[in-house]
């Protein structure tokens, strides 16, 4: 891969992969659009990492707090202690019960073969639009007053389900699990912020699941080319994390539904005209 070919990716999956907007239908239209060779799943994940570094760093808070839970849960007491008047046990148990569907859907779609079936211009299009639209429906439609210590079993369950859909590309993984906790009621940043640290164990599984290609290959540019478009991600990740949590103190989801509607429309009339 040459050096401009690994920026664009890095910069459009740390940009994408927290807003509302689809990274994984970003990250297909790159060669879609360019003409260059389709990245493939290494490079996809490799992406992926950097941006799951840069919400551990931002909220590294929740992170440190999460970690503590996790250790309480499994019977460290004294983790479980420093947890004991905080939200966290209970919202450790929330992304757990959230990131069981889709690790169920997401490898029974692998050993199918799914998964790449659905990496086209078209089903893009169409889950950029759809899901854009019902993005703004539950935005305008949700209360605004549950913070995350009301995300129980239920909630988190329905959120985890909503989940399952962001396996479609196109979708957008933020945009329908933020649409699900707005629908429930949750605050903009809450439910913002509930999607980025459920966004930790999914990154980290698919990372997990599709990494063993990096780690088995003996090539150096392979894992220099990996390197390098993780950092370069991780920054762009960031920079859209703050910007994004900044806008929802102020604004609503709108501009988001807007460019979803307007990229969906764009890549049928692309289709259409047979450029891709």
Known sequence: MT???????AIVQGITEFLPISSSGHLILVPALTGWPDQGLTM???????TLAAVLLYFR???????????????IAPARKATEDTIYGKLFWALVIATIPAVVAGLALKTSGAMDLMRGAAVIATTS????????????????????????????LIVGFAQ???????TSRAGITMTAARYLGFGRQEAARFSMLLSIPTILGAGVLLGKDIAESDDPVIWADAA?????????????????????????????VVYRVLLGLGLFALIGTGTI
């Open 164 to 170: 399952v859909l962001a396996l479609i590309p196109g």
């Open 129 to 156: 639009i759809f899901f854009g639209l019902l993005l703004y429906v539950a935005d305008k439609k949700g209360a605004t007053e549950k913070a995350l210590d009301r995300m129980a079993i239920k909630p988190a």
């Open 44 to 50: 996809d994940v490799s992406v992926h990492v950097g």
């Open 228 to 256: 390098i478009g993780a950092g370069l991600s991780c920054l762009a990740a960031l920079a859209a994390i703050h910007f994004l949590m900044k806008w929802l103190e102020r604004a609503n989801m709108t501009v988001f």
């Open 3 to 9: 050096a401009l070919h690994i920026f664009v990716l």
């Open 61 to 75: 808070d929740d992170t440190k707090g999460l970690t503590l839970a996790g250790l309480g849960a499994i019977g």
